[in-house]
Nanobody, 118 residues
Framework: QVQLVESGGGLVQAGGSLRLSCAASGIYFSNYDMGWYRQAPGKQRELVAHISHMDSTNYADSVNGRFTISRSNAKNTVYLQMNSLKPEDTAVYYC????????????WGQGTQVTVSS
């Protein structure tokens, strides 16, 4: 059974930091491209950050320079370090994984709430 389990969300003041973690099980993690998405109330889900199976990264313009995505294949975990948080970063954050050579094999976590107060 495949599971992606996020943790690390919470309530933080503007300017603060949080680190999200996503622990994967049931997959050969190193073969997966991983990403963090977020969805704010009334808005569409959007890509925040992506890290490939080869460790290349890319970021949404809105978080570039503030957020850092990383992965540990030894721990089957992907991380999102979020610094200089803004109220507009408030959303449910979802972990996503897709097999790099077969885009039809993809999985989502259940989401973790991040709330940034002004």
């Amino acid at each position: 059974q495949v599971q992606l389990v996020e943790s690390g969300g919470g309530l933080v003041q503007a300017g603060g930091s949080l680190r999200l973690s996503c622990a994967a099980s049931g997959i050969y993690f190193s073969n997966y491209d991983m990403g963090w998405y977020r969805q704010a109330p009334g808005k569409q889900r959007e890509l925040v950050a992506h890290i490939s199976h080869m460790d290349s990264t890319n970021y949404a313009d809105s978080v570039n320079g503030r957020f850092t995505i990383s992965r540990s294949n030894a721990k089957n975990t992907v991380y999102l370090q979020m610094n200089s948080l803004k109220p507009e970063d408030t959303a449910v954050y979802y972990c996503h994984g897709v097999l790099w050579y077969s885009r039809s094999s993809e999985y989502w976590g259940q989401g973790t709430q991040v709330t940034v107060s002004s």
